[in-house]
């Protein structure tokens, strides 16, 4: 066996604590305690705003699921889209190759409201880690795993971004940075919603809903952001105040012909004091 020369091996040695340093305390201790860990993560695909790698950490689970994050690192002026990006947006997706993933779904963490000045619409002015859940077939490993991609990103226009991302192991130096990235993704998300801090439909229409929201008791301002998806198609919701409660007023533009029999529809509701993720009834 080739050993590697001693001022290779001392450089990448530095890269490895270099990177360690740039890791929160507590979340180092409890990756560090949880070796030995194992991550894979795709090469880089460069496009003219940024860059985007598929990263997964640890193993399946008895489900068969596997956590990972799709990681989108903006240059500076360049934004990229939320689930629902409004009218003139493109969602991200991914897209198993089909051999050794069943299903892949995204999860967001909250987006921000934005107006280029002809429309509005929620996504993220910065670089954003969305976790991602595999779905394995039995016999799949981490390191078989491919997937295709697609983002929209825009500066003054939006390209849509097509990237064919396959994992491959990723180097002991860097599976405790992998297995961070991943935790960190997931430790963003907004919390579930609750009784004391989400949404309620209070009533609908054909044309409109009536969302009232509850919020911490020291949050006097929020933004509701509502998912148009299973059918639906929403416009920005508009806050409209009705004496002590808090009332968004959402215009519906299109819903199926038969209402669907899943969950409900995806909300996230943001606050000074955090955010939350929910679902409200189909209408």
């Given amino acids: 066996m080739r050993r590697q020369p001693p001022q290779a091996k001392m450089k990448t040695m530095c890269h490895f604590f270099s990177r360690l ?26 496009n003219a705003g940024g860059r985007i790698r598929l990263v997964t950490a640890g ?25 629902d990006p409004g009218d003139s947006g493109v969602p991200p997706q991914i897209i198993p190759d089909g051999k050794y993933i069943r299903q892949a779904n995204f999860e967001f963490p909250a987006p921000a409201r934005h107006d280029d000045g002809y429309s509005q619409w929620a996504g993220y002015d910065h670089s954003v880690l969305l976790p991602v859940r595999f779905t394995l077939g039995p016999k799949a490993r981490p390191e078989d795993l491919a997937a295709q991609v697609m983002i929209g990103i825009c500066e003054k226009i939006c390209i849509p971004v097509h990237a064919s991302l396959a994992l491959r192991p990723s180097q002991l130096s860097h599976e405790v940075v992998d297995e961070t990235l991943v935790h960190n993704a997931r430790a963003a998300l907004p919390h579930p919603a609750s009784e004391n801090f989400g949404a309620e439909l209070v009533s609908s229409t054909d044309a409109t809903l009536n969302v009232e929201v509850f919020l911490p008791q020291d949050a006097h301002t929020a933004d509701l952001f509502i998912a148009g998806e ?3 198609v929403f416009d920005t919701p508009l806050l409209k105040n009705n ?17 669907p029999s899943g969950k409900g529809v995806p909300y996230t509701l943001t606050s000074p004091q955090g955010a939350v993720s929910g679902f409200l009834p189909y209408p």
């Fill in 243 to 259: 004496g002590k409660k808090t009332i968004f007023e959402v215009a519906v533009i299109r819903r199926p012909a038969q209402k």
């Fill in 59 to 83: 193993q399946p689970d008895q489900n068969h699921h596997l956590q990972g994050v799709l990681e989108i690192s903006l240059k500076p002026g360049w934004k990229t889209y939320w689930r």
């Fill in 21 to 46: 340093l740039m890791i929160p305390a507590i979340a180092l201790g409890a990756i560090l305690a949880a070796l030995p860990a194992h991550a894979a993560s795709s090469e880089w695909h460069e």
């Fill in 230 to 232: 299973d059918g639906y």
